[in-house]
């Protein structure tokens, strides 16, 4: 039932008071905080439908007031996010928080933006929730809820809200994610045809082939590349940074070394004699094994967009539906298809256990024989004087 609007004693001094105001057409609660310097009465206001909702809300404010918080009545859920990106981040990956204001732009801030962050009930939250389930993957709809807590945590920290409301909240289930998907043998071999000669197809050959993470082909170095080695170690490639901060690589298991099949190290081979021939200047073993045109390390959109031209080349219709990152999922199938174990294919793709290769490769795994660069030179073929220096 509403309640009636109806006439309220003036409030004693220092006593709260609650009232209704006609042009608002709203309860409005106030507590008295003294005077100011200029002799001026301090008052903190609240608002709402009913005057139970107002005392619930003057109890909450004095419970900031008493932990000496102070919050402001017009401090918006847009300015705590925008805080949280200027003052919480810092030292964060640029990739990690590119996708952070990617979400709070798109789906955060066009409906929660305005609210008042000292206002934001946890039935407003529950309601936009299950709003962005219908149109979120799971982990995209978690990534969304974490901004908003670590947000009011922030505010928290800063004395701005006493009460973090997105803790209260619980997580509704998302729409599934685009399943990943890998290559068939025909399709794998048309795409190692496909710019022969040219840096993607070196690129998509030692991913494809030796199973290296995207963002650990970006910043590799020719230092990291061995076409012959002491002892009789075969070509390799040390995986050992990646484009995360401080160059570490994903995990501990991640640092390695990957045999290259006799096809990957004959591509790798041409690629760099071309590259040295080309390359203006001195050159160096520290040079970047797949530089942009300028000599620098290419982002990730640069190289998802040459890989798209190479499956236009390589007969795909639709190439816009492949990702770089399934390139590995496809060098997981074609080992597990062709009797590798689950335990060599966990080192190859950099796995510390075979439980996460089968959590995350879970579909493209077979049952269990030999190690990855060889059954790719069974699978494959290649050139066997590949072991060659350039």
């Known amino acids: ?10 409030a004693g001094n220092g006593e709260d008071s609650i009232y209704w ?14 005077y100011t310097a200029a002799g001026k009465r301090s008052r903190a206001k609240v608002s709402g439908k009913t005057k139970t909702e107002v005392r619930r809300k003057l109890k909450d ?62 039935e407003d939250l529950d309601e936009w929730l299950e ?32 009460r973090n409301v997105a803790e209260l909240v619980e997580l509704p289930k998302g729409r599934p994610g685009r399943p990943s998907k890998s290559l068939s043998l025909e399709q794998a071999e048309a795409v190692l045809r496909a710019r022969e000669g040219t840096w993607i197809h070196a690129y998509v050959v030692l991913a494809l082939l030796v199973g290296v993470r995207t963002e650990e082909e970006r910043p590799l170095m020719w230092r990291h590349v061995h ?10 490639v040390d995986v050992w940074r990646s484009v995360r901060r401080h ?34 200047g001195p050159w160096s073993e520290e040079s970047l094994v797949f530089p942009n045109e300028t000599g620098e390390q290419r982002d990730a959109i640069n190289v998802l967009r040459h890989f798209r031209e190479l499956l236009t080349d390589a007969g795909f219709e ?5 990702t770089t990152r399934e390139l590995r999922t496809s060098l997981v199938s074609i080992l597990s298809d062709h009797g590798t174990p689950i335990e060599a294919i966990a080192r190859v793709v950099g796995h510390s256990g075979s439980s996460t290769t089968e959590r995350v490769y879970r579909k493209q795994l077979r049952p269990v024989i030999t190690e990855g660069a060889e059954v790719m030179d069974e699978i494959f073929g290649g050139a066997e004087d590949a072991a060659g220096a350039p």
């Open 318 to 322: 639709k190439p816009n539906d492949w």
């Open 247 to 280: 160059g570490d690589t994903k995990t501990r298991k991640s640092r390695r070394s990957l045999r290259m099949p006799h096809r990957a190290a004959s591509v790798m081979k041409a690629y760099k004699r071309q590259q040295m021939q080309e390359h203006e």
């Open 61 to 122: 404010l004095k419970k900031d007031l008493e932990a000496d918080v102070k919050p402001s009545a017009n401090y918006t859920v847009e300015q705590a996010v925008e805080a949280w990106f200027t003052n919480g981040l810092k030292g964060r990956e640029e990739r990690s928080i590119k996708t952070y204001r990617s979400l709070s732009r798109n789906h955060l801030i066009p409906d929660l933006g305005k609210a008042k962050l000292r206002g934001l009930e946890v």
């Open 21 to 34: 105001d006609k042009s608002k057409n709203r309860y409005v609660g106030a507590i008295s905080l003294g």
């Open 1 to 10: 039932m509403t309640e009636v609007p109806e006439r309220t004693r003036r």
């Open 131 to 162: 709003a962005q389930a219908e149109v979120l993957a799971d982990q995209s709809l978690k990534m969304l809820l974490s901004i908003l807590r670590r947000s009011i945590r922030h505010a928290q920290r800063r004395k701005k809200v006493l």
């Open 227 to 236: 076409f012959a080695g002491l002892d009789g170690v075969p070509p390799h």
